[in-house]
């Protein structure tokens, strides 16, 4: 198994310009989220998914759309990119049924916005 | 919502020594609590989790405690390497379909060798 892959690794935006930043996983998971983090502040909530199809919003949503079609994939995207998104982005995804809820972590993503 | 809050933001030891990071949360309806560990450039990785059914467990070096009433709960890492050295993030959600993790500002563990 991949387990969780994103990708870009790093990637670098103008003011203004919208990107897409992909996640998938292989592990048959219902669950997925999106976090960013920033230093000092921990991990904080994006946007998650309990299923394809259904898609809610978390902490920090304002500037980010998620849609998710399929259960392997869950994109994340930047409508309108500003410096304050400035980040690293992690993708996670977790079982919800059974005794654990062990998030398992992608890569991250660097996200640097001019 | 669930608020967690960690202490102290950093922590240094000597390597040998133990160490001990406290978080506490806000909502008594949180029954799963994950530890994780992030290395410097590397992603979040679990290193244990206790349930609300449990009031300690415990894995070689680390352990868990849990404490319902006053809603807080601890790492404890004994023997501490300089491969402890690392970010660790305290978290507290529900399981099932409302799992939701919500996760503390993290602690940066410096272990002196």
């Known amino acids: 198994n991949a387990g969780v892959t994103q990708t870009p690794k790093f990637q670098v935006l103008k003011t203004g310009q919208s990107m897409t930043l992909q996640c998938a996983q292989d592990?048959?998971?219902?669950?997925m989220s999106w976090y960013r983090q920033d230093p000092g502040m921990g991990l904080r909530l994006i946007h998650y998914s309990v299923g394809a199809g259904i898609t809610d919003q978390g902490e920090v949503p304002n500037g980010y759309n998620v849609s998710r079609s399929t259960t392997e994939d869950f994109p994340l995207r930047l409508l309108s990119a500003a410096p304050s998104q400035t980040s690293v982005y992690f993708c996670a995804s977790n079982h919800l049924a059974g005794s654990y809820n062990e998030q398992f972590f992608g890569p991250g993503t660097r996200l640097t916005v001019l | 919502g669930e608020n967690v809050e960690q202490h102290p933001s950093t922590l240094s030891v000597q390597e040998g020594d133990s160490a001990v990071i406290k978080c506490t949360y806000s909502?008594?309806?949180?029954?799963?609590f994950p530890w994780y560990k992030q290395e410097l450039g590397k992603r979040p990785q679990l290193i244990i989790d206790i349930r609300s059914n449990v009031g300690e467990k415990k894995d070689q070096r680390i352990a868990v405690t849990l404490n319902k009433t006053a809603k807080h709960f601890s790492l404890h890492i004994t023997e501490t390497q300089p491969e402890d050295s690392a970010v660790y993030f305290c978290a507290a959600s529900l399981t099932g379909a409302n799992s939701k993790l919500t996760f503390g500002k993290g602690i940066t563990l410096s272990v002196r060798p």
């Open positions: 592990m048959n998971h219902e669950y």
């Open positions: 909502d008594s309806a949180s029954n799963y």
